[in-house]
């Protein structure tokens, strides 16, 4: 595991210092899940699983650089999840077409600096932040000390996927630009059963997917819910 590197923001506080981890293994799992609070994609053992697992590093896309802040007594204070990334796969973010631009204008599009967590287009905190804390007095840095990273890699771009409304909002404010996506969430209105869902429909939609809900069961196909501890080797493989 390579140590970490410590190095001073243009925005740094007295007082702080910003550090490069090329693993989330370097870093307590303790102290970075009282940073990521109950988000179960940014605990450590998710982002260590991913590590683990070979989906991220080793001969990989997606290489970690997770920037952090800490104070004169190492205590933990602030976290960006970060990745350098040479293609766009498992980002859920459709930037094919700018890889194309640059490609026609004779620039390299990869690597880019990307802060997200891998194959997961959920919308969440990227900047973290202790809960003692101010936003304005960590994330400054974890900025500037990204865009710094992003400069010294010769990156193309640095990009914040899925952030919140109050994140992007302030992404906006320091001249990133936002690039807007769409997704279709399901919300459970208090239906108790499914008849109360289909009644929210027209009378031509449901007898459609009653139709369809009938040919599943005509073909045999069984639905079971398993935790992961339950599932053979033989499951995951198959799942892989």
């Known amino acids: 595991v390579t140590g970490a ?39 450590h053992e998710f982002l260590a699983a991913l590590e683990k697992t070979g989906c991220v590093d080793g001969e990989t ?9 800490t104070d004169h007594a190492d205590k933990l204070l602030g976290a ?15 930037d094919w077409s700018w ?18 967590v891998p194959f997961t287009p959920t919308t969440g905190r990227r900047f973290l932040v202790a809960s003692e804390l101010n936003f304005s007095s960590v994330v400054p840095v974890l900025l500037s000390g990204a865009r710094e990273l992003a400069d010294k890699l010769n990156a193309s771009s640095l990009h914040v ?6 994140e992007r909002s302030y992404l906006d404010s320091k001249g ?42 005509e073909a045999d196909i069984q639905f079971e819910r398993m935790h992961g501890n339950q599932l053979s080797a033989d499951d995951w493989e198959a799942v892989f």
């Open 99 to 116: 890889s194309d631009s640059y490609d026609t204008a004779g620039l390299p599009y990869y690597p880019k600096l990307v802060s997200a």
């Open 176 to 217: 990133m630009m936002a690039r807007k996506g769409c997704q279709f969430h399901w919300h459970n209105r208090g239906y108790s059963h499914f008849d109360d869902f289909l009644s929210c429909f027209t009378s031509a939609k449901r007898k459609k997917v009653r139709r369809e809900r009938k040919r599943v069961a």
């Open 80 to 94: 960006l999840p970060l990745y350098i990334k040479y293609n766009s796969l498992g980002e859920y973010v459709f």
């Open 5 to 43: 590197r410590s190095w001073h923001s243009t925005d740094m506080t007295p007082g702080l210092r910003l550090n490069q981890h090329n693993s989330i293994l370097e870093l307590d799992a303790l102290s970075w899940n009282q940073l990521a609070g109950d988000s179960p994609f940014l605990r």
């Open 61 to 69: 896309a997606w290489q970690s650089r997770h920037l952090t802040v």
């Open 161 to 166: 996927l899925f952030p919140t409304e109050h």
